[in-house]
């Protein structure tokens, strides 16, 4: 790695490890994460298990070495590891034989005590999911599967492998999700009881719901304690080609099924089981309309009974992840709270949860330790990519743990290239925002930086939380300062300030980023004369109706934005879920396609093929009246200020390496172009006889 920061080459931000998907064993000494390294080519990420130290008095020990990597760890009761990677079997194993060059992912175990990982289960397609029972030698995977039995599926697969058959064949709705083809596999939830010696044969496993159909598609599940029984999410269809989420309990023993909870106002989500057996909490997030935003609130329920009660009604936060004290007490929680995530206790009694964490960071991967008094999780912010923890329930005092990081890099967390800063003001109407800047070093009053507006996603959601995709570092160690607000429809505000924006996106939300935007230029250190804008998915809707609607900033960016609203709603993967909100009226009233003619803004729009939450039509649509429609249209000769970069085997994000080094690549360029007024070449790799010219700025 050369001098200087990792952000500062690509070639070095990308060689940074990535940890995700923490696990504990049951006797809380063991954590394990999962590594993400470039390979050897530098085309794609290989994940790889660590074994981290739960008292950090060792260094973490990397545990698998596969080609092809290894996900979804989970311990079984007695320590053994279980995991899901698309390995080679032995002949004689009972695993599929199959015609593709790459083997089904199938469950592995690896042994505590020692000795070579051996698979598990390895039926029908892939293996994922892998829940365990904390004290009994059970677990549960969903596995994709032709047909409902291991015959069915044997005899389809292969006809369709030799017929090279892509045909699908749909009864229902959806038909996609983000970016392939629902069907004609379908989820089965299969179980399986068993030691080390369990080899992988199609009766040592159960299929606990073989009639499921879609019902456990994307399904989070878990298994009771004591082995007997399983709860999972469970979809059922509802009107006007909508879905919606129950929970079921099923037997593992006989595979008798039972609807625990069956709320027709809400879909229901990450249900965790007491240590006791006795009691689900879960999440419930109301079923939207057109004129009421969505809620997320906590419950739990009786596990015989299925009876429900709401938990702390009157705390005003969306939680995002639920478990269990250990002797279950009470519940440890995580919420986004004004740009963090932060852990909170829940104890029997309490009005609100009690907050224990009190830093910047948001915290995921929460696992709660036998002692009681001890949580480890997963840490990270706009500061720090995501790394292990260990935190003092009583004191609220964070651990840092060593990372597979330090072991490859020898750096615990990468060094920034400038810092990160909170932006607050008032919206027009009053209500308080806030905002995180990444500043670069050396910004200072006698040398101001540009500015680029980075509106995020969601678009319930926060700047909160490490980003490998959306990673500001980059264009800050290119002399930019970041701005990531928090509009209207943001969460961590409470439910009002999700209310305000909701069914107006081009009014609140876009009226907040303006004013984050005046109060960041107003900053000395900020050059209020070089400002760009730019966002992905609802931050791409934003952008493009930012440049309909103000001159304030010499370009934008526009990735995976949606832009004609009455043609997105349906053609989208989950169609129902915007109609809640998005009526004809609401469609007309903040489509940013209506408002081409007013776009005098260089605009460089970004889109993959593969994308079906926002589909391609959106960019090409784009594309097209921004030619012919908009205040800047191609010339006679067809030249044009704006640039469309496609990538035609991507999807909503864009993840191989190469890809992204010429997402990154293009953005430069183009901002450098027009916000800077420094004219830069396209990358050679696109082909493109580029010569930058005059760039274009424009009017207030």
Request: proline share 8%; with cysteine.
């Amino acid at each position: 790695m050369h001098e200087g920061t990792p952000f500062d080459e690509f070639d070095d931000y990308v060689r940074l490890v990535r940890v995700s998907g923490l696990t504990m064993s049951p006797d809380g000494r063991r954590l394990v994460v999962t590594a993400a390294t470039l390979d050897g080519k530098g085309t794609s990420f290989v994940d790889a298990l660590w074994e981290i130290d739960a008292t950090g008095a060792r260094p973490p020990r990397r545990l698998t070495w596969g080609l092809t990597g290894e996900t979804g760890a989970a311990f079984t009761h007695d320590g053994d590891l279980l995991f899901t990677a698309a390995r080679a079997v032995a002949s004689g194993t009972g695993a599929r034989e199959s015609t593709d060059a790459t083997p089904p992912t199938s469950l592995w175990r690896l042994p505590a005590r020692g000795g070579e990982a051996h698979v598990v289960v390895t039926r029908g397609g892939a293996v994922r999911g892998v829940a365990t029972a904390h004290s009994a030698p059970t677990f549960a995977v969903s596995v994709a599967m032709f047909g409902r039995t291991v015959d069915d599926d044997a005899r389809i697969r292969g006809d369709r492998e030799r017929r090279d058959m892509s045909a699908v064949l749909h009864t229902g709705y959806p038909v996609r999700h983000w970016d392939h083809e629902l069907g004609p596999e379908r989820p089965h939830l299969v179980a399986g009881t068993g030691g080390a010696e369990l080899v992988p044969d199609a009766d040592a496993t159960v299929d606990l719901a073989p009639d499921a159909g879609d019902a456990l598609r994307d399904a989070e599940y878990v298994i009771a304690p004591d082995g007997s029984y399983a709860v999972t999410t469970w979809t059922v269809p509802a009107p006007l080609a909508a879905r919606r989420t129950t929970l079921a309990r099923i037997d593992i023993e006989s595979g008798h099924r039972t609807t625990l909870v069956d709320d027709p106002d809400a879909d229901l989500s990450a249900p965790v089981v007491a240590p006791d057996g006795r009691t689900v909490a879960f999440l419930r997030e109301s079923v939207a309309t057109a004129e009421r935003a969505p809620r997320v609130t906590l419950h739990r329920c009786d596990a015989a009974s299925g009876s429900v009660e709401r938990l702390v009604p009157a705390w005003d936060r969306w939680p995002t992840s639920v478990a269990w004290l250990a002797d279950g007490s009470g519940l440890v929680l995580t919420a986004d709270d004004h740009g963090r995530a932060p852990i909170f206790v829940l104890r029997e009694g309490d009005s609100v949860p009690r907050r224990v964490t009190d830093d910047d960071f948001a915290y995921t991967d929460v696992r709660v330790a036998p002692d009681g008094a001890t949580v480890f999780a997963l840490r990270s912010s706009y500061a720090a990519p995501p790394h292990p923890v260990r935190i003092d329930l009583a004191s609220g005092a964070v651990t840092v743990l060593a990372t597979p990081a330090a072991a490859v890099d020898s750096e615990r967390l990468p060094e920034l290239p400038g810092t990160l800063v909170e932006v607050e003001t008032e919206s027009d109407d009053g209500v308080p925002l806030r905002a995180w800047m990444a500043v670069p070093t050396g910004a200072e009053p006698h040398a101001p930086v540009p500015l680029l507006l980075w509106i995020h996603g969601g678009p319930l959601s926060s700047w909160n939380v490490w980003s490998w995709r959306w990673n500001p570092w980059l264009l800050v160690a290119q002399g930019y300062a970041v701005l990531l607000p928090d509009p209207a429809l943001s969460t961590g505000y409470g439910q009002e300030f999700v209310q305000r924006g909701w069914g107006r996106w081009g009014r609140e939300p876009f009226t907040d980023l303006m004013a984050l935007t005046d109060a960041a230029v107003a900053r000395p250190e900020i050059d209020a004369a070089r400002t760009g804008a730019m966002g992905g998915s609802f931050g791409g809707y934003m952008a493009n109706w930012v440049a309909g609607h103000t001159n304030r900033f010499r370009a934008i960016v526009t990735h995976a934005g949606l832009w004609a609203l009455d043609q997105f709603g349906p053609t989208t993967d989950a169609a129902w879920y915007w109609n809640r909100e998005m009526t004809p009226e609401m469609a007309v009233e903040n489509s940013p396609h209506l408002f081409v003619a007013d776009i005098a803004t260089p605009m460089l729009v970004i889109h993959g093929d593969k994308d079906y939450r926002v589909p391609v039509g959106e960019a090409l649509r784009l594309w097209y009246e921004l030619l012919s429609e908009s205040g800047l249209p191609a010339d006679d000769q067809g030249e044009t200020v704006h640039r469309f970069l496609s990538f035609p085997s991507e999807n909503h994000w864009v993840l191989r390496p190469e890809h992204a080094r010429v997402w990154y690549q293009v953005v430069e360029a183009f901002l450098s172009e027009h916000v800077l007024g420094e004219p830069a070449a396209m990358p050679d790799v696109l082909g493109v006889d580029h010569d930058p010219g005059v760039s274009v700025i424009p009017e207030e």
